[in-house]
């Protein structure tokens, strides 16, 4: 069956880049076949061969880094300066996992806890699953999609990826240069669509395995597609970001404000509900406005800008229309955003009523909200207010206030004086509740994408 082509568009803009084809179930079909042939002849391949070729696929990219930027750059529109970021982190996250790959093993059971087990010798190994399907996002296009496919090939299978459209020409393009480096072909393969190609994949019996990072909802319908299989998912969120009275005000709000503005807000884990102890509330909005206004909005291809174009127009559009919500229903600006195209200027509310859709859903772009509480208590009641808990952050100089919020603040991962988008690859990056299952990060990944084996022997 053929299906339309998807345009792919410059957001800063508005002119076509390419059409992508959605290969949908024939697609699919020959990919997964290769990558299973693939996975024939090196599922058996040695520690050191998957070092190494991971380690020359970190080479590869770091020897294209610009190049990936500028395609970063001009498909998604992710300011320049933040796109070479993101390649430099998708470097280091790939030598990480050649780095750790030699501390992946089982372990030896004490089978003689049991009476049965005396003369009985037990051990785990860990194997790969086969081909595993990884199902990328656009607004990190290098980072997101290295964060599954070096973790797959570490722990030993082939994969094939489907990105957003935005993603798909940076994920060809990573293809290529790591079949350059000497990468077999079908360990590492793309296919180009949207959701008619992204169901085909996850539901073709041969995929063994998946990993996805998106939306909920879209989680959500890829999981009852993909039926009884390895599913690790990272969804949604709508994190909170809390400033305890007692806690570096003018720090908090610059750390903040960059969490929840820069690429145009466009990360799971940008700031969005920002509770504020109503005694610092004054002195905590004056500077959050402030660190906002000192971002700058620009161009994708100007390096000191902070925030460009978001991935499309209607993208953006939509953002306006979830604060539109929010005024409807009494909410007032202390820093109005102002649309221009595809671009979004920084947005601040309060007074919102806790109906709008801006407390309850994922804005996904550069707004946030800011609401006072008058305890502990409080704060923790409206930080769990959420269907979502992917990683939130809490700010104060209180050791028992912070440890407080460690026990009962509902997230997969919580900081501590830095803000919910601060993240490093070697801890356990996933959520809770409706934000998703499962763990990333180095070590992490790699565990998801393996199965344990136990081998018993009687003496």
Not at 176 to 187: K, M, N, Q, T, Y
Not at 257 to 266: D, I, K, L, N, V
Not at 304 to 327: N, Q
Request: aromatic share 8%; net charge neutral.
């Amino acid at each position: 069956m053929t299906y339309p082509a998807i345009d792919l568009i410059n957001p800063q803009d508005g002119s076509l880049i390419t059409k992508l084809p959605e290969q949908g179930e024939a697609g699919v079909a020959a990919a997964v076949a290769v990558a299973e042939a693939c996975f024939t002849v090196q599922r058996k391949a040695p520690v050191h061969q998957r070092v190494a070729w991971l380690k020359a696929a970190a080479i590869a990219l770091q020897g294209a880094a610009e190049e990936f930027a500028q395609i970063i750059r001009e498909d998604v529109g992710k300011p320049i300066r933040i796109a070479r970021g993101e390649v430099k982190r998708g470097v280091e996250f790939i030598e990480a996992c050649a780095a750790f790959l030699p501390q992946i093993s089982g372990e030896v059971l004490a089978l003689d806890a049991s009476a049965m087990g005396a003369g009985h010798f037990g051990f785990t190994r860990h194997i790969p699953y086969g081909v595993v399907a990884g199902i990328t996002p656009f607004n990190a296009p290098i980072n997101l999609l290295v964060q599954k496919v070096a973790p797959a090939i570490a722990a030993g299978n082939a994969i094939v990826v489907k990105p957003a459209p935005a993603g798909t020409r940076t994920a060809q393009r990573l293809a290529e240069v790591f079949r350059a480096a000497g990468w077999p072909e079908g360990l590492f393969s793309v296919v180009t669509g949207d959701r008619i190609t992204a169901t085909a994949l996850v539901s073709h019996p041969g995929v063994r395995a998946v990993s996805f990072t998106g939306s909920t909802s879209g989680g959500e319908a890829l999981a009852r597609a993909a039926g009884a299989k390895k599913f690790v998912a990272e969804l949604g969120s709508n994190a909170a970001n809390i400033v305890l009275a007692d806690a570096d005000v003018v720090d908090a709000a610059k750390k903040i404000a960059g969490a929840g503005f820069e690429a145009s807000g466009q990360q799971c884990i940008s700031a969005q509900r920002v509770l504020v102890a109503r005694a610092v509330l004054p002195a905590f909005l004056d500077a959050f406005v402030a660190a906002a206004k000192a971002l700058k909005v620009g161009r994708a291809d100007d390096a000191a800008s902070d925030l460009g174009p978001m991935v499309t127009e209607a993208a953006a559009r939509r953002v306006m229309t979830l604060c539109e919500d929010a005024i409807a229903r009494g909410a007032r600006y202390a820093l109005e955003p102002k649309r221009d195209g595809a671009t979004v200027s920084p947005g601040i509310l309060v007074d919102l009523p806790f109906q709008a859709r801006l407390w309850c859903e994922e804005v996904f772009g550069p707004v946030a909200v800011v609401v006072p509480f008058d305890d502990v208590e409080e704060a923790l009641k409206l930080a769990n207010d959420s269907d979502f808990g992917l990683q939130g952050a809490v700010f104060t100089r209180d050791l028992a206030a912070a440890f407080r919020f460690a026990e009962d603040f509902d997230v997969g991962a919580l900081w501590v004086n830095q803000a919910s988008r601060f993240r490093l690859d070697m801890y356990p990056f996933g959520g809770v509740k409706q934000s998703g299952v499962g763990r990333e990060g180095v070590r992490y990944a790699i565990e998801e994408l393996c199965q344990i084996k136990f081998i018993g022997i009687k003496a």
